[in-house]
């Protein structure tokens, strides 16, 4: 006798559109789109038990790919994951160039997936209602959001959108955050904080946050252990921002006072500014001389050109002077021409005093020696 099934957890069994244990979103942003998720599965248990919680990802990217595109997922893992894999398989294959080709393309891998992997499942009807986020570039268009529900594709979403737990206080918090446009380190922040307040309020949202950037030229998830660091750069912020507006619309101060209270709000957020930028230029210099697989950011996590001196266990990081910039522009145009230049100055890249961290931009490193030598 074949053995049953394992039982679809209750929350999966409500009304079509309920995904209320998870938390998605995608919206456009400056150079591409940035998608967030938790990465927590809850089961809801029998009266009387705890429900049982589960590490799971929930977003996905092609592992090699040419074309641009992620996938998101609110239900079963199982169709989420068929759909995911069907569709970067006939999207490298096809690359299709417009937005319409693309919504062909989502179109077909989902009827596919339908006639063969849900016919195979112990769970077909999870199929009809599995809900997605499909971000991608076509090759000859703009960046484009796609959301699907069973075998039905959306048209391209304009907006920011919201899977999973879209409520209407996760709805408002993210339309009075979003700005179009937005640089998209300022976006991974927005999006880090959109999870980290659904964690805050919706029951079965939780985890680790995890960021998917969509650029021209490819789709990562980000870093994890930087997003964990992010997670708490964001919390460190939210703490002094919140002083500051309370600060600020407190009448009861007097104007003679209240210059030196800003004063003191600011002096703070220009300290951990500083602290944090100095965690993420050391971060990806690190990763350039200790890790060979390190291929770069995918988005700039540091102001371009930033200059790093190292002496005496003190760390200084300055903007570039005119002349600096032009020494700058000159290794990036040598970079251009020698692609080796990324992890070849691993070799050179050693952290002593009387040396200098010339960090360029776009993961191009250098060490110049404090006299102007090469070292």
């Known amino acids: 006798m074949p053995p049953k099934p394992q039982a679809i957890p209750q929350r999966l069994l409500r009304p079509p559109g309920d995904r209320s244990m998870t938390y998605i979103s995608a919206f456009e942003c400056e150079d591409g789109i940035v998608m967030c998720a938790d990465t927590q599965e809850t089961y809801e248990a029998r009266t009387g038990y705890k429900d049982e919680k589960e590490y799971v990802e929930k977003l996905f990217v092609p592992e090699n790919s040419s074309y641009p595109i992620a996938v998101g997922g609110a239900g079963l893992d199982e169709p989420i994951e068929a759909f995911a894999l069907e569709l970067f398989e006939q999207v490298e294959k096809q690359q299709p160039a417009t937005i319409p080709d693309l919504r ?6 989902i009827e596919e997936v339908h006639a063969s992997d849900a016919k195979l499942s112990a769970w077909p009807g999870m199929y009809r209602t599995t809900k997605c986020l499909v971000a991608a570039k076509p090759k000859q268009d703009e960046f484009a959001i796609f959301t699907t529900t069973g075998k039905r594709v959306s048209f391209r979403k304009k907006e920011p959108v919201i899977i999973g737990y879209d409520t209407p206080a996760n709805k408002a918090l993210l339309k009075r955050m979003y700005r179009p446009n937005l640089p998209m380190q300022q976006a991974v922040m927005l999006a880090i904080y959109l999870v980290s307040q659904s964690k805050a309020r919706d029951v079965g949202v939780g ?9 021209t030229n490819g789709a990562w998830i980000d870093d994890p252990l930087y997003i964990a660091a992010a997670e708490k750069r964001v919390d460190d912020f939210l703490r002094l ?13 007097a104007p003679s006072k209240f210059p030196d209270e800003l004063a003191k709000v600011s002096s703070k957020i220009t300290e951990l500014r500083n602290a944090y930028l100095i965690h993420s230029v050391m971060r990806e210099l690190l990763l350039v001389q ?12 540091t ?33 251009h021409s020698n692609p080796n230049n ?7 890249i050693k952290l002593l005093e009387g040396k200098q961290v010339l960090y360029v931009g776009e993961e191009i490193v250098r060490i110049q020696a404090m006299s102007g030598s090469t070292g």
């Open 290 to 301: 200790n890790d060979p697989n390190y291929k770069g950011e995918p988005y700039r996590k």
């Open 104 to 109: 062909c393309v989502i179109k077909a891998a």
């Open 303 to 335: 102001f371009d050109g930033c200059l790093v001196s190292i002496k005496d266990g003190t760390i200084e990081i300055k903007e570039p002077s005119k002349d600096e910039l032009e020494q700058k522009m000159q290794y990036l145009r040598d970079a």
């Open 342 to 348: 990324v992890h070849g100055a691993r070799e050179q």
């Open 207 to 215: 985890g680790e946050p995890r960021i998917v950037v969509v650029r």
């Open 241 to 253: 921002t919140d002083s500051l507006f309370l600060l600020s619309v407190d009448i009861g101060i």
